[in-house]
């Protein structure tokens, strides 16, 4: 819950104006080096430990751009992870004192991507979520950041668990067997990271798990529009497309999580 309320500035950062001179006063060298491309690794533990996470982090640009059909800048990521909480909110507070203290960061500044996070409880998975963050952002002027944080809720979970095995899926199929959908119009109207609560995150992780694997319409508008936004050409509303294109929508939406099988 915690996680989910601070997590994952993206949207938010990238209205943010840094104006430190960062890049030259970062540490040339940390204690742990590892390239997973376009990820740069630095690290101050042993990332031995790590293997299956490095191994979803070497798919992950591959896997967030082929399921959005979305080209990378060729820009690298540089994540920096901490063993300490503590040592992570120092060095962030260092060095970005406008951010607000967050489990994990995305923070994009003058064009370069960097993530921060700290061996915390949930370590994996919130490397996962703000790099899909910085993968989405390499690619796309702008992000409406309820499908920001959908699109990394979804690739957060390890890589073998994203279709069937997130959480959020069981409640969402069961849900579903009442008739009920996430308002998709008012998660379009969230404009500010705070105002978005944990149910928030939930209906948009459902809403993009329907666009990637629901009915192929669906996935096409979504990869139609975002197109649109990457060519900066104005995209319209989501909804608006997906319903000018699926008049059916919400129930569409539900025969999607109905019939989604457990395994
Ligand atoms: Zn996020």
């Known amino acids: 819950m915690m996680r989910k309320a601070f997590a994952g500035a993206a949207a938010w950062m990238t209205a943010v104006l840094i104006t430190a001179a960062l890049w030259g ?4 060298r940390w204690p742990e080096e590892r390239d997973a491309p376009p990820f740069r690794c630095h690290a101050d533990f042993s990332l031995a430990d ?3 996470l490095f191994a979803d982090m070497r798919e992950l640009e591959t896997d967030v751009l ?4 979305l080209t990378a800048d060729g820009q690298p990521i540089d994540l920096f992870l901490f063993d300490r909480k503590s040592t992570y909110h120092q060095y962030v507070s260092h060095y970005f004192p406008e951010v607000p203290k967050r489990p994990a960061l995305f923070i994009k500044s003058r064009g370069h991507a960097m993530v921060f996070a700290h061996r915390g409880p949930e370590f994996a998975v919130d490397v996962r979520h703000e790099c899909a963050h910085a993968v989405l952002h390499a690619a796309l002027p702008m992000v409406p950041l309820w499908l920001d944080e959908g699109i990394a809720e979804y690739f957060e979970v390890a890589r ?3 279709t069937r095995g997130h959480p959020s899926m069981a409640g969402m199929r069961w849900t579903a067997r009442f008739g009920r959908v996430p308002d998709l119009e008012s998660l379009e109207a969230l404009v500010e990271l705070r105002d978005m609560t944990s149910t928030h995150y939930k209906q948009a992780w459902a809403w993009v798990h329907f666009l990637l694997h629901g009915p192929p319409e669906a996935r096409d508008e979504l ?3 975002l197109a649109d936004i990457a060519a900066r050409t104005p995209p319209d509303v989501l909804s608006r497309r997906l319903r000018r294109r ?3 929508l919400e129930s569409r939406f539900l025969s999607h999580f109905r019939a989604w099988q457990r395994d």
């Open 246 to 248: 699926m008049p059916d």
């Open 160 to 162: 073998g668990e994203r």
């Open 66 to 69: 082929g399921a959005l059909a």
């Open 50 to 52: 790590y293997a299956s």
């Open 25 to 28: 006063e970062l540490p040339a």
């Open 223 to 225: 990869r139609a529009y």
